[in-house]
């Protein structure tokens, strides 16, 4: 079965402390994004990457890092210097090409909600 | 980058069609118009995708105009399981933005439940 899995579902930490939030796909897509959504909110696009090896910023990314060292993993952490880190946070691929360009459907995980005490 | 404007939220009873519009003015001549369902807890699923006139899939139907300036989302006969939040999404780079999206209320059929029975119990 092909999919998205982000893992661990619910994560706690204290504050000051990086954590890094996993995310692996067998879509075989090129894409990958990092979403954060707060409580009655819409997503708000932290990272994404087109492909292996490259990122670029979204919206929201101070205080966020990411790498790209494989197609199938986009892995997020979350540091210290991120003032406000609890969240739910939604990771997603799409296919990425020539062709299909920007119009290409997002699939995305289940999530991972982060709390930070 | 191409906006949308949606209601912020939509009651509807269960069986009803249901259809949410959603203004994009300034979509540029390659975007589509994708719409996405999100349960609590868990990550948007794609509905349905299209770029001009009528597109009709299981799950809805998306009917965009020739002006391709708004778009609704027709949901048929919907159940109480399709109380979620719908996001219109008009993509035109690599950034893919999410508005806040239509939270959709479906309310049991008032034919669902009888007029009730008032019993009372005396000492």
């Known amino acids: 079965d092909g999919g998205i899995t982000q893992s661990p579902k619910y994560l706690f930490r204290k504050e000051g402390q990086n954590v890094t939030l996993s995310c692996e796909q067998n879509?075989?897509?090129?894409?990958m994004y990092w979403y954060r959504q707060d409580p009655g909110q819409g997503l708000r696009l932290i990272y994404y990457?087109?492909?292996?090896?490259?990122?670029q910023k979204g919206d929201i990314a101070e205080g966020y890092s990411v790498s790209r060292e494989k197609k199938e993993s986009f892995p997020l952490t979350v540091t210290s210097a991120q003032k406000n880190p609890t969240a739910f946070y939604l990771c997603?691929?799409?296919?990425?090409?020539?062709?299909?360009?920007?119009?290409?459907?997002?699939?995305f995980g289940n999530g991972t909600r982060l709390t930070v005490t | 980058l191409a906006k949308t404007t949606q209601p912020i939220s939509m009651d509807s009873y269960e069986g009803q069609e249901v259809n949410i519009t959603c203004s994009h003015n300034?979509?540029?001549?390659?975007?589509?118009i994708t719409w996405y369902q999100q349960f609590p807890s868990q990550g948007p699923r794609f509905i349905i995708q299209g770029y001009k006139t009528k597109v009709t899939n299981e799950v809805a139907s998306l009917f965009i105009p020739a002006d391709r300036k708004s778009s609704t989302l027709s949901l048929p006969r919907v159940s109480l399981s399709d109380t979620a939040v719908y996001y219109c999404?008009?993509?035109?780079?690599?950034?893919?933005?999410f508005g806040k999206g239509t939270r959709l209320h479906i309310l049991p059929s008032k034919s669902t439940f009888g007029d009730g029975t008032t019993l009372t119990v005396k000492p």
């Open positions: 990457s087109q492909i292996v090896n490259d990122f």
């Open positions: 997603a691929s799409s296919i990425f090409g020539q062709e299909s360009s920007y119009n290409s459907p997002l699939h």
């Open positions: 999404l008009v993509g035109d780079r690599q950034e893919i933005i």
């Open positions: 300034n979509i540029a001549t390659n975007d589509y």
């Open positions: 879509l075989n897509h090129d894409a």
